[in-house]
């Protein structure tokens, strides 16, 4: 990446030197940002660092305490991670997590090996000495564990706190040092009081002050951006989706006219929304919004193209060459906003390394992100205010900025939108009558007020048609496939239980006003092994 390309801000710890914060070293586990968020919901900032940090860069980052995740690998394997020595001469608190009690357990002197019985999910958990960790808990403890190594040699100055029937070490502590370690998951649910453990550790343990809110990251956020873009203009590609509309609140907030939002209209969004949205923005929240129509463009170019691949691709693509032709009509900028969100951005860590090579790796399952979303070699400097936030984070932002609830709780929508609804060739046709199918969709979700509990809900068309019988005729018609998830984030979800009569007055009254549709099924599968969307 050359400097004229896009840059990041670095780590966010630092400023916010007025709140007291947790460092979490991300040593791989699928757990690690639910440490995160487990403690954000303490309201204390915590943030997940790469587990090579250094001793001295974690002091410059000045948190209250350490806490060192699970992963993948076994400590005493040739190429497992760890982390910085001098971590422990820091004068810190440190929580370690399953790897992470391991890692710190070797590293000062004790002895893990592979455990004589493995145990994985529920164990009950014996505390033998409550300390500080598992102040106000009973002694007996639902826990989740995931391991297959022990400590079975203790550092000197510790001692074990907890046991299970398997593991004499489930939980140890120095508490001279502050140096605690459990074995189980204290950051999953099914740890019965995990989030207690974690409380103690962060409020009792380092002495976080409970203070760090929405309302705190909006002030910090704006004066950032203030600073960082001075007198200069930012340009946002506005989907209307929360993320985007909240950061185009946001900005306007912290620079008012020097934003400008432009939205281009693919083709491919819902039923009358191209509309509504620049309305809105425009009359309504007096925001810039430079409403570009490229759907002949995006629909000539799908001519044909069936495979779900290729046509991500060649929205992804054209997306960009409108996007670049169009900002500079409108341009120069000097920035470019973006709603990357956490997620995004720690996805690229250790958590992608192999167990067993210690290689990194990239499972590609669909090409997501790429798609409705821009290059990272545009010419522009990089605003993202979002780059520390989960998207539940975002939500509540969008409501501390006063964003209408009929943005902020919107249903996600992929960047490709309708067209990867429309299974095999994408057409005028085809849209208008999936759009109306999803109207309706949302319409009744909304009406048996089941909008914000299901993560989504849409109609899918089907390349297929099926015979019917309509009033003593033979149709042979389309079908609609109804696809309502719900989710906590979209990684897994589990289809949703719509009731009955939901689901009938969905089912009739698609076939009744959506002409050419004589079918309607509903989708039963949860996500692994499906996926929400069906392309
Ligand atoms: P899947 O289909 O992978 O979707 O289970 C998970 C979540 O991601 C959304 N999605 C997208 N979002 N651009 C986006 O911004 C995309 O290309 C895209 N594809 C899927 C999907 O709607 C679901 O919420």
């Known amino acids: 990446m050359t400097t004229a390309q896009t840059s990041r801000s670095s780590s966010n710890l630092k400023d916010n030197s007025l709140n007291d914060s947790i460092a979490i070293l991300d040593f791989g586990s699928q757990y690690s940002q639910l440490i995160a968020r487990r403690i954000r919901e303490l309201n204390v900032f915590s943030e997940l660092l790469h587990y090579s940090i250094s001793a001295e860069e974690l002091k410059r980052l000045n948190p ?6 699970g992963g993948p690998n076994s400590v005493y ?6 982390c910085d020595p001098d971590i422990w001469k820091l004068g810190l608190p440190v929580l370690g997590v399953c790897y992470g009690m391991q890692l710190m357990a070797q590293e000062l002197g004790g002895i893990v090996e592979p455990s004589k019985v493995r145990e994985f999910g529920r164990a009950m958990l014996t505390v033998i000495h409550h300390g500080l960790l ?15 190594d022990s400590v079975v040699g203790l550092p ?3 001692r074990a706190v907890a046991c299970t029937m398997d593991t004499p070490t489930a939980a140890v502590a120095d508490e001279e040092r502050g140096f605690y370690g459990v074995q189980f998951h204290p950051e999953v649910v099914h740890t019965k009081g995990g989030q207690n453990i974690i409380r103690n550790f962060v409020a009792d343990v380092a002495g976080c002050s409970q203070n760090w809110n929405m309302s705190m990251f909006l002030e910090s956020a704006i004066q950032e951006v203030r600073e960082r873009v001075g007198e200069k203009r930012v340009l ?6 929360v993320d985007s509309s909240t950061l185009a609140f946001l900005l306007h907030r912290a620079i008012g006219d020097q934003l400008s939002c432009m939205f281009i209209d ?6 009358n929304e191209p509309e509504w949205l620049v309305n809105k923005f425009a009359h309504e929240f007096h925001i810039n919004v430079q409403y570009v129509d490229a759907r002949s463009r995006f629909i000539n170019k799908l001519a044909g193209v069936i495979d779900p691949e290729d046509k991500r691709k060649v929205i992804g693509t054209e997306f960009i060459r409108v996007f670049e032709e169009e900002s500079k009509k409108l341009g120069p900028f000097d920035y470019l906003a973006q709603g990357t969100l956490y997620p995004d951005v720690i996805e690229s860590s250790v958590s992608t390394v192999d167990p067993a090579t210690g290689e990194r790796v990239a499972v590609k399952i669909k090409s997501h992100h790429n798609v409705g979303g821009l290059p990272k070699d545009l010419q522009f400097k990089l605003v993202e205010p979002f780059s520390k936030l989960f998207k539940d984070e975002v939500r509540r932002l969008a409501l501390e900025l006063e964003v ?9 929508f992929p960047g490709p939108g309708l067209a990867i609804r429309v299974l095999g060739e994408v057409t005028p046709e085809r849209l208008n009558t999936l759009r109306d199918a999803d109207w309706i969709v949302r319409e009744e979700v909304k009406a048996h007020g089941l909008y914000k509990q299901v993560w989504q809900a849409f109609a899918v068309l089907l390349p297929t048609k099926s015979v019917g019988v309509m009033g003593d005729q033979r149709t042979y018609e389309n079908q609609v496939v109804i696809r309502a998830v719900t989710s906590e984030d979209g990684m ?44």
């Open 64 to 69: 209250r305490g350490i806490i060192l995740s």
């Open 77 to 82: 394997d040739k190429n497992a991670p760890k």
């Open 134 to 148: 598992f102040k106000g808990m009973d002694s007996s403890i639902d826990s989740w564990m995931s391991h297959g």
């Open 156 to 158: 000197s100055g510790f």
């Open 236 to 241: 946002l590609a506005l989907s209307g989706g």
């Open 266 to 271: 693919q083709g491919f969004m819902r039923k």
């Open 404 to 412: 209408p609830e009929g943005i902020r709780e919107r249903h996600p």
């Open 492 to 535: 897994t979800a589990d289809w949703a239980r719509l009731p009955y009569d939901l689901l009938d007055a969905i089912s009739r009254r698609i076939v009744n006003e959506v002409s050419g549709v004589n079918r309607v099924v509903y989708d039963i599968t949860s996500k692994p092994p499906a996926t929400i969307e069906w392309e």
